[in-house]
């Protein structure tokens, strides 16, 4: 009852003197004593600090910032029961007080494991409840105040000094503030751990109160110093994280303001790249992007310039003359930079050289302009066979008569050259046909054994050779008949590429994902001019050839997404098809 008694006149004390200084704080001459003293500290450091993290969470919408300011309201919302000494309270109105103070650490130290990017346990929550409750029991069985100041007090304690612990050891960046606040906390935590066992000491309460407001005072400013640290150094880092993406971008980033008179603000250094020109003579002279840009050009570059007010979005697309002298094309997008009073000041852009898109495009429309006269031509080819049938019908008719005897080696001269003429409108038709290839699962080895009896009596025919080496290999999906048609075009062209005695290899092999048909020969090799357009119609090494028997072969390859691999030397050349394990 006397440590009961001692802890009653401590409180009323305290209440004595927090309504002393309220009701006369403005009469002249009265000193303060240290109660007051730890009264207007507390209550002042509480009510900067809260509105200073209010301000900030306003400015910035931080999460960790919103839970801070929460936790020094819930914080200052304690005073409100400094006026009523502690026995007087009633049981609800002294839980409602533990719960703001251990809901305040519990917030607090959630806001700093957000601030510092930290994960706390679970436990944290589950023992806040725990103490609360315990507090809660003590407080409605009129207990001594140790029981329910004792569960409230030890979470308290350990909630400030974990939270001291993670500005110490798990803030980034450097700084004496994380060290100042993660100590003021520590302290703060082993202050409170002994409020139980030191309350009943009558002079202890006013300094208790001023070390409380001084710890606190120091942990909201320290906080204040760590948060601004920590926001200049995530700037800094963003700033360098953002000038290297700019400064190696392979376009061309750059800045250009209106005021206080035209220049170029900032320019990337991939603008040498680009033009050959370095940032620094964009940055004298403005003039210069003029007179890269081609003549031709330089009017669309002035509309620009002129509409930009009204279409800031609007897409540029020029050509330029870089410092060697080649031409390139670039694209430039652009967005306007817009000051207070919503005029524009200047723009920001990005160039790209876009030279390879633009040839690409040229390409696919001579392609398409090739295809229209392709299909035309081949329309024409097929109108064409009809009466060269007839003339070839005629001219074997007049052969067999008497009275042209005479002529019998002009018209198979004529025959010979209608039918040579109808094998290379044949082919050409073949080659411009879009036809629907029917891919089914099957063994190439197969297809390549039941042509080899045809591809052997040709090469018996000219006293050649065909030799083949087929391996295991899996199945892949292939159209027989074009495979059928690619075999013998390849492998025709290499008996017709080796002089007598000579021999054609026709191999199968698996490697990797890939089933590889090589067909080899040993001829004399293709010519560089001739390999390097390989496959184009119309290019062959053949004195009687059409040039047409490749070029199917590469586009059957093309349906059969295979690809054609060719090596050439003096001593003979080597086809690789290579098709895709499915």
């Known amino acids: 009852m006397k440590v009961m008694d001692n802890y009653i006149w401590n409180y009323k004390i305290v209440a004595i003197t927090y309504k002393r200084f309220i009701c006369n704080l403005s009469e002249k001459g009265e000193l303060m004593t240290i109660s007051e003293m730890s009264l207007v500290v507390t209550l002042s450091a509480s009510v900067a600090v809260f509105f200073i993290y209010c301000y900030l969470f306003i400015q910035y919408r931080q999460f960790y910032l919103g839970l801070w300011s929460f936790s020094w309201a819930l914080h200052f919302i304690r005073f409100a029961f400094i006026s009523t000494p502690l026995p007087e309270i009633s049981p609800g109105a002294l839980t409602l007080y533990l719960l703001c103070n251990i809901l305040s650490a519990y917030i607090m130290l959630l806001g700093t494991s957000k601030f510092v990017g930290a994960i706390i346990s679970k436990y944290w929550y589950i023992s806040a409840f725990m103490a609360l409750f315990l507090s809660s029991i003590a407080i409605f069985q009129n207990m001594p105040h140790i029981f329910f100041l004792m569960p409230a007090c030890l979470y308290l304690g350990f909630a400030y000094c974990k939270t001291g612990t993670l500005f110490i050891y798990k803030l980034d960046g450097h700084g004496l ?72 971008a392979s376009d061309v980033i750059y800045r250009f303001k209106f005021v206080p008179k035209m220049h170029f603000e900032y320019i990337s250094p991939s603008v040498k790249k680009l033009t050959g020109h ?9 003039r210069l992007i003029f007179s890269l840009t081609t003549p031709n050009d330089r ?22 003359r870089r410092s060697d002298t080649s031409m390139i094309w670039v694209e430039q997008t652009s967005v306007p930079i817009v000051n207070e009073e919503g005029s524009c000041i200047g723009f920001e852009g990005i160039v790209r050289d876009i030279t390879t898109r633009k040839n690409l495009e040229q390409d696919i429309s001579r392609l398409d302009s090739l295809n229209t006269v392709g299909q035309m031509a081949a329309s024409v080819a097929h109108e064409i066979r009809n009466p060269m049938t007839t003339i070839r019908g005629y001219l ?51 297809i390549i054994e039941s042509l080899y009896p045809l591809v052997k009596a040709d090469s018996n025919a000219d006293n050649k ?33 080796t002089s007598s005695d000579g021999i054609v290899i026709i191999r199968t092999f698996q490697q990797s994902d890939e089933i590889v048909l090589s067909i080899q020969d040993n001829g004399s090799g293709i010519p560089q001019h001739i390999l390097d357009n390989l496959g184009k119609p119309f290019v062959t090494t053949k004195e009687t050839g059409t040039g047409l028997g490749l070029a199917t072969c590469y586009r059957i390859a093309s349906r059969h997404q295979a690809v054609i691999k060719v090596e050439s030397t003096p001593s003979g050349t080597t086809f690789n098809i290579c098709f895709k394990i499915p």
Do not use: C
């Open 299 to 320: 009017p669309i570059l002035r509309m620009f310039a002129r509409k930009f007010f009204y279409e800031p979005d609007h897409t540029l697309i020029l050509r330029i």
């Open 465 to 497: 050779d065909i030799h083949m080496h087929l391996s295991d290999i899996s199945l892949i999906y292939l159209d027989e008949k074009e495979i059928r048609q690619l075999i013998l075009n390849i492998v025709r062209n290499g008996l017709e590429a």
């Open 177 to 248: 503030g994380r060290y100042i606040t993660g100590i003021s906390f520590f302290v703060l935590g082993i202050h409170l751990m002994d409020l139980p066992f030191l309350i009943n000491v009558s002079w202890i309460a006013p300094w208790g109160f001023l070390i409380d407001a001084a710890l606190r005072f120091i942990i909201a400013i320290g906080t204040l110093i760590v948060y601004l640290d920590k926001t200049r150094y995530d700037l800094l880092a963003k700033e360098q994280y953002y000038r290297l993406l700019a400064e190696n």
């Open 396 to 446: 074997q008719f007049f052969a067999n008569k008497r009275e042209f005897s005479t002529y019998t080696n002009q018209f198979g001269l004529m025959i010979d050259e209608l039918d040579r003429t109808n094998l290379i409108i044949k082919e050409y038709l073949t080659l411009s046909k879009h036809r629907t290839i029917d891919l089914k699962l099957n063994n190439l080895n197969v």
């Open 278 to 286: 370095s940032p620094h003579s964009f940055y004298n002279s403005i």
